[in-house]
């Protein structure tokens, strides 16, 4: 069961989180992105998904596409990819209330 306060909490509370962490994914991709360090590979994999993920949040549809289409280019083997359903949900959403 949540919790009164959990509840009560604005959406327009939450669409500013959501406006701040796009500021630090889109930082971390533009530091990091093309970094090909064998350590650093599934942390670039995550936020990339997370970078699509959030605009599509944001319903930045367009945004959102064109880095899920960059997403499945760059990563297009779902075994080894743990974001991959994820990802083709997002997709989905894209399809159903994108612009």
């Known amino acids: 069961m ?3 306060s959990l509840c009560s909490v604005e959406v327009s509370t939450i669409l500013v989180e959501f406006v701040e962490a796009q500021e630090y994914l889109n930082e971390y991709m533009s530091s990091y992105g093309k970094n090909k360090k064998e350590g650093d590979k599934l942390r670039i994999m995550a936020t990339s998904y997370f970078q699509a993920a959030n605009y599509s949040r944001l319903q930045e549809w367009t945004k959102s596409a064109e880095l899920l289409d960059k ?12 974001y991959y359903p994820f ?13």
Do not use: H, I, T
């Not at 997403?71 to 743990?82: C, G």
């Not at 949900?89 to 209330?97: G, I, M, P, Q, V």
């Open 71 to 82: 997403f499945f280019e760059n990563y297009p083997d779902p075994k080894s990819n743990v």
């Open 2 to 4: 949540m919790s009164a």
């Open 87 to 99: 990802a083709l949900f997002r997709s989905c959403e894209l399809l159903l209330c994108g612009e």
